[in-house]
């Protein structure tokens, strides 16, 4: 063995050779399989796609780095689940282009974050969180009331979105900023459309509680409000151990 | 600089930039009302502010042909005080990050200021600015010493430095605007990615044609370590970072990976960026540096061997371990534990080797701060892969995840070990690359050493402590069956270790900035005559050389 070594290390394109290969074994063997095994992501029916308008909170929650502190990963231990609620299934992240799992949590977990407060606590605890919990370690995001929403170009994002397999449709590309618009403001007209085209249970709100302008609080609150919501797999799967 | 530049190479050189300020501007033009035409401009800027310093030494008379019988250094000079600086300024973005743990109103109402920019800029600033450079600078010296040939060509090298600190601009930069993939250590979006393929295969043909012209039969073992670090970190960066971006005028893009796929691919990546960017790569510097400054050749090897394939092979299988307990399948997360305990093996046995190769040269390491910084490094990189290795197991795992436990391990690794060994080697470079007979000042590596070693401790000590509590309060149960403990709870009991932390990080940070005025007062000044600190060292009279004619 120590002989052979001795020969490769005389020829420079060997030794790259012998490092590719070397290094490539471990990656295609846990890589390339969780494309192909099917148990590797359960089935949910009723999963749905974000909202543009969520889709741009999810964006800014990314721009901001909110993913440094806030995990969106329940793992399957006896208090997490106690704690944050079913633990993560991984069909919940699959149209997550990345995912947003997080590695540390300087905040709790987020991932059944939807629905747990109001919409005015969100704004509140955004604006300072130290005025709603005085020990928060967790920065104070004025300026995402101050600037208004790019709704513009979110038809693009959308379609890059379907370029990376998620199923938005050529309607929901086309309204996509009609959409984002009506998710923020019930009673304008466009509002009804986001409802047909995802779902009677969406999320439509006056989220920071200003009609006159959209807002990228808007934006941060519609996402916040979807976490863990998007399919009922996972407290369905807690049903079905349960009974 | 320029006058070590062949004519040819200066209008290769000049055509070059102009591509990138093209490059730039057109970045400017399509990106407009995107962020992306802010980058732009920064490339545009970057492109013409090298230009300047190319066009002022256009004239200068071209290099004779005896160069090659030189070795070409000149990208390491800059490359050394590029690593500095920004090992300076990104440490201190870190002290910032830390304290705004503390006492998150330290800051300002501005985006930018915020902790989630702020801290990529850290780990960036730290991993890659500092880091990398460190990691280029030392790689040319090392190449061209173990092959005792000159680089090929006097263009190439400054193509892969300026390129890349090119790259780290706009990381740092887009982090400040919010430009980010949000992937840990894989950040920057999809163009600065491209850009950094192209500085990476140059790096990567340096490399190799500088290695088909040796003159050493072997490769010496530090090369297998940099080649290592070349080739792997390119196939871990492409793969992790295919995206679709939403159309060529925005810097936004999507990953093309999502959910468990994207997070397998992520820790594949991440996990390997520790192993090949940020323990290869160093240890190349280790299997150079070590052995020279303690006069003793290496101390095996065989163990040499083992150590470099078992590194190579296993690491790749251990990424895993950052997903214990999360939605990935069972058997992978298996692979991931198992391989990283295993990883230990190769892993010992190249720290093992370092120190073996003391044996006999204790006496050096005690008088001479810089032996004793790689030494240290060696030391902490021993500690920092047992305690990987433990933590990599499942049970240790669900307490430690999530926690500064990570942290504190992150920076035993960081600070003792890349840190300490980046400031060994370049303690030891400076002084051959700047033909001094020795640094400016012996006593302030002293200081130096003192500072790193126990802003190290302090660091890593309260992140543990921080951490363990943190994750232990989190699984309490009370009489009734109930957690014990909220969140917050665990927030109050933290809060003093967070001070604590910020502390042992300022005084690592005054250890940086020592390290970068020594380093500063060896350049400028000729050598110390007569001043106590040099006098330990064998002092030559700073005579007037050839080096000093060859137009540098
Ligand atoms: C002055 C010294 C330093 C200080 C005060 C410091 C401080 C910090 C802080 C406060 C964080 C964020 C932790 C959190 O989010 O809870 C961090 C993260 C990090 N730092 Fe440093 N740091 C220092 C030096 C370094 C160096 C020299 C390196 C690498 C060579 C490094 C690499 C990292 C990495 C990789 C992370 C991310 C850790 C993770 O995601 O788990 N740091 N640092
Ligand atoms: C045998 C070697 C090593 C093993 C098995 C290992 C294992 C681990 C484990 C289990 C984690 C925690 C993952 C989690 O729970 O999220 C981790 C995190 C980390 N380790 Fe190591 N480690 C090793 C060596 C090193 C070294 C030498 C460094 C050098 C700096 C390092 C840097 C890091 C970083 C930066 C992270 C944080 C990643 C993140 O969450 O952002 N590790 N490592």
Known sequence: ?243 | MVAQLTALERTYAAIILVVVICVGVAMAVVGRGDLLAVHGWIVAAYGMAVMVVLLRGIDASEPWEERFREYYDDPTRVGIILSLIWGVIAMAVGVWVAALLAWPDLTFDAAWASFGRLRPVHTSGVIFGFGGNALIATSFHVLQRTTRARLPDQLSPWFVLLGYNLFCVMAATGYFMGMTQSKEYAEPEWYADLWLVVVWVVYFLIYIRTLARRREPHIYVANWYYMAFILVVAILHIVNNLAVPVSIGHAKSYALFSGVQDAMTQWWYGHNAVAFFLTAGFLGMLYYYLPKRAGRPIYSYRMSIISFWGITFMYMWAGSHHLHYTALPHWVQTLGMVFSLVLLVPSWASAGNALLTLNGAWHKVRDDAVLRFMMLAAIFYGIATFEGSFMAIRAVNSLSHYTDWTVGHVHAGALGWVAMITFGSLYALVPWMWKRPALYSAKLVEVHFWLALSGTVVYVFSMWNSGIIQGLMWRTYDQNGTLAYSFLDTLVAMHPYYIARTFGGLLFLAGAVVAFYNVWMTISRPAPIDEGAAADLPVEPPAPRAWAQAGE
């Not at chain 1, 863990?228 to 797999?233: C, I, M, P, V």
Request: glycine residues 8%; aromatic residues 8%; proline residues 5%.
């Open chain 1, 1 to 243: 063995m120590f002989n052979f070594h001795y020969r490769l290390e005389r020829n420079a394109m060997g030794l790259v050779l012998a490092i590719i290969v070397v290094a490539s074994i471990g990656g295609l063997i846990e890589i390339a399989p969780l494309f192909t095994i099917d148990e590797t992501v359960e089935d949910a029916p009723d999963m749905r796609v974000y909202t543009p308008l969520e889709l741009a909170g999810r964006n800014i929650y990314i721009r901001e780095g909110c993913y440094a502190c806030h995990s969106q990963m329940i793992r399957t231990l006896r208090d997490e689940v106690e704690r944050y609620g079913p633990y993560s299934l991984a069909v919940e992240s699959k149209y997550d282009h990345p995912m947003l799992w997080g590695s540390k949590r300087t905040g709790p977990d987020i991932a059944r974050l939807g629905g747990k407060y109001s919409n005015e606590w969100h704004v509140a605890h955004l604006y300072n969180p130290r005025d709603l919990v005085p020990e928060s370690k967790m920065p104070a995001y004025r300026w995402l009331l101050r600037n208004s929403l790019e709704i513009d170009d979110l038809g693009e994002h959308l379609a890059a979105m379907r370029a990376v397999g998620v199923p938005y449709t050529d309607e929901m590309i086309e309204n996509a900023t009609a959409d984002a618009y009506g998710q923020a403001n019930p009673d304008s007209g466009q509002a009804a459309g986001v409802a047909e085209r995802y779902g009677d249970a969406t999320n439509v709100s006056l989220f920071d509680g200003k009609p006159e302008t959209l807002t990228e609080m808007d934006a941060v609150v519609a996402y916040l409000q979807i976490l863990g919501r998007l399919t009922d797999a996972a407290r369905q799967a807690e049903q079905a151990k349960v009974e």
